[in-house]
């Protein structure tokens, strides 16, 4: 399938063939000249057992072409890639995101990252085609700048949870973190109801906040109740305003209970945290309502409103995640939340959650037929890894739907 070339240590070096480009999912619709420069500019590797070298991934995209690895992921879970399942034709994670290494003899295909061919998106059109929302843009990113347009803050008690569970083990254990929690009694009440629901499927029931925060542990259980602390960011005093943030809070809980469900199937991602990505997904509108409440002349015009989220939802979510300090992998959801064609990493992450999520969420919905089928997303492909395959999935998600159900009344009630 290719020619051997010359040796770099324990490196064998080759130029992959017009074929083997076209195997992998960023350029399997690129065209043939394209396809061609791609296989000239492109090197196949080989290695024996062991750590692939981070300098493999410098200006490149790394994937896998025969053989199998083992991936350490950041939260020290284990999974394996083979060259013959669907998620091997995706860009293995740079070193920042896994430690990978070959079980046996293994051959890679190194694409430089200044040849990939750009993908579809559902972001906005380019506002300089269209004269209001660059009007929009001007005047939100002046008064951002300005500080004029007020970012939500994240509730005092989820700031005090994550300052306290950053801490070490020794400086903060579990009676520590249900004491926290325990300063707000709604929130107190809501935790315990949570972990006692079949989504989480524990036999015994916790009795307490001091056993939920043991039966789910310092991390998943911050998770979880800062979830439910987001929903305060929501709230309006605008009376016509309140009903667009009340809508997109139901809709956030009904794409988390779905990441949630969808996660617990996933070995490498903790459902907690999926459940709180679904949550603060689309978190970027939050400031726009924010916009329209202060300044509502701009918004007089029908359609207005939903120009400005279409086209500052992704922009404005990055300003409030970074804020928060929420980590990359929740910048990551809402920058790519409903970019179908997003091709991310070999490895299934918290964005191809929520983009799943998201579809199931919207079917028999009156705009399900503006987004393409479950099956038709990169994210799908991915579902080889854990327990839901791709066959099985949508079946799975109808089984579980009693539970999803369940999470997202407990999830969208109100803390107050």
């Known amino acids: 399938m290719f020619g051997i070339g010359a040796h770099d240590d ?11 480009i076209a195997l992998l999912a960023p350029h399997e619709d690129a065209s043939l000249d394209t396809l061609d420069i791609l296989a000239r500019t492109s090197e196949i590797l080989a290695q024996e057992p062991g750590k692939l070298p981070p300098r493999w991934f410098e200006g490149h995209r790394l994937f896998l072409h025969s053989g199998q690895l083992e991936l350490r ?19 293995l994670p740079p070193p920042h995101l896994a430690q990978i290494r070959s079980v046996g003899h293994t051959t890679f295909v190194r694409v430089p990252l200044a040849q990939d061919r750009p993908r579809a998106t559902c972001i906005a059109a380019d506002s300089a085609a269209d004269p209001l929302t660059a009007s929009l843009s001007r005047i939100l990113f002046k008064r951002l700048d300005a500080g004029d347009i007020p970012l939500p803050s994240m509730p005092d008690l989820a700031v005090k949870l994550n300052g306290a569970l950053r801490e070490s083990d020794s400086a903060r254990d579990a009676h520590d973190i249900a004491k926290l929690i325990q300063l707000d009694p709604a929130l107190a009440t809501k935790v315990i109801h949570v972990v006692n629901s079949a989504a989480f499927g524990f036999v015994r029931k916790a009795g ?3 056993q939920a925060v043991t039966r789910l542990g310092r991390d998943r ?21 309140r009903k667009h943030a009340n809508a997109l809070w139901l809709r956030s809980c009904h794409v988390a ?12 991602l903790d459902p907690e945290r999926a459940m709180l990505a679904g949550l603060i997904h689309q978190i970027g509108i939050l400031p726009v309502l924010g916009l329209a409440q202060s300044n509502p002349d701009l918004f007089a015009t029908p359609g207005v409103l939903n120009r400005a989220k ?12 970074e804020r928060w300090a929420l980590g990359e992998d929740m910048l990551d959801v809402v920058e790519n939340a409903g970019n179908w064609q997003r091709i991310g990493h070999a490895v299934p992450d918290y964005a191809d959650i929520v983009i799943l999520a998201q579809l199931h ?11 393409p089928r479950f099956d038709q997303v990169p994210a799908f492909r991915k579902l080889e890894f854990g ?18 159900q369940e999470l997202r009344r407990i999830l969208a009630s109100t803390t107050r």
């Open 10 to 20: 324990q490196t064998l070096i080759a130029r992959p063939q017009r074929e083997d």
């Open 73 to 91: 992921m950041a939260n020290e879970r284990r999974v394996f890639l083979s060259s013959v399942s669907p998620p091997a034709r995706f860009p």
């Open 208 to 210: 307490s906040v001091q």
């Open 221 to 241: 259980i911050r998770n979880v109740a800062v979830g439910f602390l987001m929903r305060n960011a929501f709230n309006t005093r605008s009376t016509v305003l």
């Open 257 to 268: 209970a779905i990441c949630f469900t969808l996660a617990r199937q996933l070995s490498m």
């Open 310 to 321: 279409l086209a500052f939802a992704r922009p404005l979510g990055r300003f409030v995640i």
């Open 361 to 371: 969420a919207d079917l028999g919905r009156a705009n399900a037929s503006q987004a």
């Open 387 to 404: 327990k839901l395959t791709p066959r099985k999935s949508v079946e799975a998600l109808g089984q579980a739907d009693q539970e999803i």
